[in-house]
């Protein structure tokens, strides 16, 4: 059974950092391109970005550029997306799920970014 588990989300005040983790069962984590998506309220879901199953790093948001970095753990089957200089509009639920075809997905977790 198909199991994405995302945690480290929270409330944070602009310009601070969280990051985020995905932990990985049901399938082989290590031979499938990931990717962190993020849905704002009243918005589509979106790809934030993706890692090859070697960890290269594909596909940013102009608006996350430079302030997010996603990286994977092969042996922990673990994917993580370092978020830095929080912004209001990064807030939303972020979700893990392979790409570019997705599995069911999990819960998400809530990133909210507001004084």
């Known amino acids: 059974q198909v199991q994405l588990v995302e945690s480290g989300g929270g409330l944070v005040q602009p310009g601070g950092s969280l990051r985020l983790s995905c932990a990985v069962s049901?399938?082989?984590?290590?031979?499938?391109?990931m990717g962190w998506y993020r849905q704002a309220p009243g918005k589509e879901r979106e790809l934030v970005a993706g890692?090859?199953?070697?960890?290269?790093?594909?596909n940013y948001l102009d608006s996350v550029r430079g302030r997010f970095t996603i990286s994977r753990d092969n042996a922990l089957n673990t994917t993580y997306l370092q978020m830095n200089s929080l912004k209001s509009e990064d807030t939303a639920v972020y979700y893990c799920?392979?790409?570019?075809?997705?599995?069911?997905w999990g819960q998400g977790t809530q990133v909210t970014v507001s004084t």
């Open positions: 049901g399938f082989i984590f290590s031979r499938y391109t």
């Open positions: 799920n392979t790409w570019p075809t997705t599995r069911r």
């Open positions: 890692i090859t199953i070697s960890g290269g790093t594909f």
